[in-house]
């Protein structure tokens, strides 16, 4: 089997790239090392490496002859730079993500799967379950938002199997550890390491649900590989723990050298996924504790 995966050899994407060539597939990868958070980017040998932009249909097209499964995880994925700069975050989750779709359109591919957010859901009441309203507060929300329905829109309309995966807090190995707007885990784990006050933005009481890398990877892999019933192509899945704890709780854990930052606008107060559907439909599970898993670092 031949995968292809964008933003290979970032965080999530890397992981995933590692993953798939252990359980033996081909993998090529598409990655323009955009991402400002990454310390750096982690581009195994053993895949076919492009660095390109996912916007470049000229450049990119042939890559996808051959495919039989695309996991999208190129984006502009953090919320801040992306209020910053809106057109950025437009242009790489919208506009790239439809470059992506019509690429794998075009060579037959059997099924991509799109790597979304759960800021989708805003300030909707938690558990977020995937039938809630849209709800974006900022630019970068809106933008993934934007690729999930052009997902939909290339399943209803041309039958190219796609899958929606709205992730919640993703942490784990080669998370990105510069800037203050990486996700927090990273952050403070190298703060720690440095021996440096652990920065908690607001009051530290806002609660996220943090689901492990290698869960996200585990349910890439599976939806790809596993039929499900025709109905659910161009749908949404949380993938979360189905678990949240306070940002406080978790700096406590790691050290109680700590400063507070003022807190961001755009972000809501509380993430929690409600994960049922992805255990029904596509038979996940996480399987990574939190606690468990800083303990060990």
């Given at each position: 089997?031949?995968?292809?995966?964008?933003?290979?050899?970032?965080?999530?994407?890397?992981?995933?790239?590692?993953?798939?060539?252990?359980?033996?597939?081909?993998?090529?990868?598409?990655?323009?090392?955009?991402?400002?958070?990454?310390?750096?980017?982690?581009?195994?040998?053993?895949?076919?490496?492009?660095?390109?932009?996912?916007?470049?249909?000229?450049?990119?097209?042939?890559?996808?002859?051959?495919?039989?499964?695309v996991f999208h995880l190129a984006a502009e994925s953090r919320l801040q730079p992306a209020i910053k700069n809106p057109i950025n975050a437009v242009t790489k989750n919208a506009v790239g993500t439809c470059t992506v779709l019509q690429c794998a359109r075009e060579a037959n591919v059997k099924k991509v799967i799109y790597s979304?957010?759960?800021?989708?859901?805003?300030?909707?009441?938690?558990?977020?379950?995937?039938?809630?309203?849209?709800?974006?507060?900022?630019?970068?929300?809106?933008?993934?938002?934007?690729?999930?329905?052009?997902?939909?829109?290339?399943?209803?309309?041309?039958?190219?199997?796609?899958?929606?995966?709205?992730?919640?807090?993703?942490?784990?190995?080669?998370?990105?550890?510069?800037?203050?707007?990486?996700?927090?885990?990273?952050?403070?784990?190298?703060?720690?390491?440095?021996?440096?006050?652990?920065?908690?933005?607001?009051?530290?009481?806002?609660?996220?649900?943090?689901?492990?890398?290698?869960?996200?990877?585990?349910?890439?892999?599976?939806?790809?590989?596993?039929?499900?019933?025709?109905?659910?192509?161009?749908?949404?899945?949380?993938?979360?723990?189905?678990?949240?704890?306070?940002?406080?709780?978790?700096?406590?854990?790691?050290?109680?050298?700590?400063?507070?930052?003022?807190?961001?606008?755009?972000?809501?107060?509380?993430?929690?996924?409600?994960?049922?559907?992805?255990?029904?439909?596509?038979?996940?599970?996480?399987?990574?504790?939190?606690?468990?898993?800083?303990?060990?670092?």
């Amino acid at each position: 089997m031949k995968a292809l995966v964008t933003g290979g050899a970032g965080f999530i994407g890397s992981n995933l790239v590692d993953k798939l060539l252990e359980n033996g597939f081909e993998v090529v990868v598409i990655d323009n090392e955009s991402a400002e958070c990454n310390e750096k980017f982690y581009w195994n040998p053993k895949a076919d490496n492009h660095k390109l932009d996912i916007c470049d249909y000229e450049f990119t097209r042939d890559l996808y002859e051959g495919v039989d499964y695309v996991f999208h995880l190129a984006a502009e994925s953090r919320l801040q730079p992306a209020i910053k700069n809106p057109i950025n975050a437009v242009t790489k989750n919208a506009v790239g993500t439809c470059t992506v779709l019509q690429c794998a359109r075009e060579a037959n591919v059997k099924k991509v799967i799109y790597s979304s957010t759960s800021s989708a859901y805003g300030l909707n009441k938690y558990p977020n379950v995937e039938t809630d309203p849209n709800d974006c507060l900022n630019p970068y929300s809106v933008s993934k938002v934007a690729g999930e329905e052009l997902c939909k829109m290339y399943t209803n309309l041309y039958g190219l199997k796609t899958i929606i995966f709205r992730y919640f807090n993703v942490y784990g190995e080669r998370s990105p550890t510069t800037g203050q707007y990486a996700p927090v885990i990273g952050i403070f784990l190298k703060q720690n390491q440095n021996n440096d006050p652990l920065t908690i933005v607001g009051d530290g009481l806002q609660r996220r649900d943090f689901v492990h890398v290698q869960d996200v990877v585990f349910a890439n892999i599976l939806s790809a590989v596993n039929d499900i019933d025709s109905k659910y192509y161009g749908q949404i899945f949380n993938i979360g723990s189905g678990e949240n704890i306070s940002i406080i709780e978790i700096a406590n854990q790691i050290s109680d050298n700590q400063i507070y930052l003022p807190p961001r606008e755009g972000e809501a107060k509380t993430t929690l996924a409600d994960i049922q559907k992805a255990k029904t439909i596509l038979n996940w599970c996480p399987s990574v504790k939190l606690k468990e898993w800083i303990s060990l670092q």
